[in-house]
């Protein structure tokens, strides 16, 4: 792994992580129950997207492993 | 583009909008200048990461245009 991948690997696991850390807390709110419907629409999609991100920087960082 | 891709790609598209508009979100916040320093480190790497997510879709997209 060369010094560019290193630092490139560094920022994708940091992105991950946080992105992850924000997921955590979509499905926390998803489980409460508590949200009204265009809030519940709006982390719904959040949730999905935050997913979404967090398996395309997986992908990425198996490439670069 | 055959079915799969475009179903694909209208799940990227709709998180990549999903994930730009908290993204500006976190920018908007920044510029307000008024969160203490932990949540400004919070919003900072959350801002950064979210950057990094649109990038990655956006790189993905390009694949299956």
């Given at each position: 792994m060369?010094q560019?991948?290193?630092?490139?690997?560094?920022?994708?696991?940091?992105?991950?992580e946080s992105l992850?850390?924000?997921?955590r807390k979509c499905?926390?709110?998803?489980?409460?129950?508590?949200?009204r419907?265009?809030?519940q629409?709006?982390?719904?999609?959040r949730?999905?997207?935050?997913?979404?991100?967090?398996d395309?920087?997986?992908?990425r960082l198996?490439?670069?492993?």
């Amino acid at each position: 792994m060369n010094q560019h991948d290193r630092l490139h690997r560094k920022e994708l696991l940091d992105a991950q992580e946080s992105l992850a850390s924000t997921l955590r807390k979509c499905l926390k709110i998803q489980q409460g129950g508590k949200l009204r419907s265009p809030q519940q629409t709006l982390n719904d999609r959040r949730a999905k997207s935050l997913q979404i991100a967090v398996d395309l920087i997986e992908e990425r960082l198996k490439g670069i492993r």
